[in-house]
């Protein structure tokens, strides 16, 4: 028990039982396996990643992986999943190449199962909708969006303009300078 300034008597919170249990080298060594499986593969991003899926990857226990968690990560498995879920969908909202992408479509590749979980997760994490983060992006970044886009527009307008004088310039000269028609004659110095 733990006295506080108003004089109110807490409960001083305690690691639990298991805690002592799990060697702290073991702990150690299935934080880094944890975090190249989840991580590292990827494998956040199947949709029915699950702690039982991991515990049997690498070999171990449920318990030992949600104590890995909780003391290295201080999140349970889910909430660690989603983070990664939707830090890569944060990248993905951000980049040119995937801007073609709806965000359900973003959501579906890194993991969630549903829209409204992905959303969810997300307003959580950031205090704004997918959809929003992304607005907001593009209009603080506008040469990573529609500037662009409007760039190369520009570009190829020019491009044709160009090409369509250098015709015009070939039939004034085609007209100026007639080609003379005909086998052309053979050299007879040969």
């Not at 909430?79 to 995937?98: G, H, I, P, W």
């Not at 607005?135 to 603080?140: D, G, H, M, P």
Request: glycine share 4%; proline share 3%; charged share 30%.
């Amino acid at each position: 028990m733990i006295m506080t300034k108003n004089n109110n008597i807490e409960k001083k919170k305690e690691a639990p039982a298991y805690y002592d249990t799990v060697n702290s080298r073991v702990m150690n060594d299935l934080r880094y396996k944890v975090y190249d499986v989840v991580v590292g593969e990827r494998m956040y991003r199947e949709k029915d990643f699950s702690a039982r899926k991991l515990a049997d990857i690498l070999h171990t226990n449920v318990r030992y992986i949600s104590v890995v968690m909780n003391a290295y990560f201080q999140l349970n498995f889910s909430s660690f999943v989603n983070r990664c879920r939707v830090e890569e969908a944060k990248c993905m909202l951000t980049d040119q190449k995937y801007r073609h992408m709806t965000i359900s479509q973003i959501s579906d590749r890194v993991g969630f199962s549903n829209r409204q979980s992905f959303y969810k997760a997300f307003l959580g994490m950031n205090g704004c909708t997918p959809l929003d983060y992304r607005k907001q992006y593009f209009k603080a970044h506008p040469g990573a969006g529609g500037a662009s886009k409007q760039a190369a527009e520009q570009r190829r307008k020019a491009a044709r303009e160009a090409a369509r004088q250098k015709r015009q310039e070939e039939k004034a000269e085609a007209l100026l300078h007639p080609k003379k028609r005909g086998r052309p004659k053979k050299d007879s110095s040969c």
